[in-house]
């Protein structure tokens, strides 16, 4: 019975990650403006924390091109375009 309950346990734990998964990449991209929060015309690193893939692995600091530690709106725009698609349905659910 104690075998049952961790095996039952684990697979809901499992499905709920997967659905959780699911649902953070069906999260559309926040507007440069959203992020923004102060209103300066960059996005800081500390703004950028509400979108842990861009600050994962360096991301901030690839998107930076002119390597002043922040993203201005064409820099946001760059990793917006690469990372739109996969946000975004792919396909429409039939009845």
């Keep these: 019975m104690n075998k049952r309950f961790w095996l039952t346990s ?6 709920g990650l997967a659905l959780a998964t699911v649902q953070a990449s069906d999260t559309p991209l926040k507007t440069f403006e ?7 015309g960059y996005i800081s690193q500390s703004e950028a924390q509400v979108v ?3 600050m994962g692995v360096d ?3 690839k998107y930076d091109t002119n390597k002043d530690g922040k993203l201005d709106k064409a820099e ?3 990793y917006q ?4 698609p996969q946000h975004a349905p792919t ?3 039939t009845p």
């Design 81 to 84: 375009a690469k990372h739109a």
């Design 10 to 15: 684990a697979a809901t734990l499992l499905g």
């Design 52 to 54: 842990p893939d861009l």
């Design 34 to 40: 959203e992020l923004d929060t102060n209103g300066d």
């Design 91 to 93: 396909t429409t659910p």
């Design 59 to 61: 991301h901030m600091a």
């Design 76 to 78: 946001y725009s760059v």
